[in-house]
């Protein structure tokens, strides 16, 4: 079995726990940003995932290390007053986007290929939208009241979206109508979207282009932000993992969404 130990007397050592769903891989990619957000400065940090026996909905995403109390205060608080950039150099729709606050800098571009000639599989915006608008408009909404308990709960109505989480996904068939014609805007889970925009970055997924679907993996025991880059996309012997894998679906005639996830031996024998 992987085990890594924080040193007791060299750091702060608290934990921070926070409720997801697992099979919402929006709420995957938004813990996956919680990594990377507590990591920033090469602060010591571990996390895990722990699931609850006879609940596949529930499991808890655990940070631990040198975790203030009021880190995702702070953190959402950074986010929600960050300045970003995006290059001109390329089409709106896809600019990349250099996202800063104090010292630290984060470059996305998780929605174009490796070659960034073209958009990637897991791109879901389309339409008028561009990553400016994205950041603009979700940013400011982000809740710095947010607990560990709520912090995936809480929406706001917008219809800007990364298109992560599978429950701000809407089609004319179920509405009874278009959103997007009648100007209307939809529940969005803003820290989600923000959040996995993060991690999709280091976290990115290998996506399966025949078939649109996705691998991720829920790792069972502490890791420090190198290793857990990797272990979410890849299964490893030794480690504790849960496999999951989801589908991007299509909502209305052009935009896109992450669905839902399923157990990746189910996912295979349904194929």
Known sequence: MVRFRLKK?????????????????????????????????????????????????????CLRGDVSRDFLTKSL????????????????????????????????????TDFRDKPSPIKCWAGQVTTRKLFEELLVLLDESSTGSNLFQKSQLTKSKFGVDPRAAWNARDCGYSPNEHGVDSATFTAVEVLAALGLQTFRPAVQCRTRT??????????????????????????????????????????????????????????
């Open 9 to 61: 007397g060299t750091v702060p050592v608290s934990e921070l726990r926070i409720q997801l769903d697992p099979l919402n891989p929006g709420q995957f990619y938004a813990c996956c940003g919680l990594v990377e957000l507590a990591g920033l400065g090469d602060r010591p940090v571990v996390s895990r995932f722990e699931s609850e026996p006879g609940r596949p909905r529930v499991s808890w995403f």
């Open 77 to 112: 608080g950074r986010l929600r007053r960050a300045e970003f950039w995006c290059d001109d150099k390329f089409e709106a729709s896809i600019s990349p986007t250099i996202l800063t606050f104090g010292e630290h800098v984060f470059e996305l571009d998780w929605w174009l």
């Open 214 to 271: 996705v691998r991720y993996h829920l790792w069972n025991a502490d890791l420090p932000v190198c290793l857990a880059r990797t272990a979410s996309g890849t299964p490893w012997d030794g480690l504790p993992q849960r496999a999951l894998q989801f589908s991007i679906g299509s909502r209305g005639q052009s935009y896109k969404y992450f669905k839902f996830g399923q157990a990746a031996k189910e996912a295979r024998e349904r194929a």
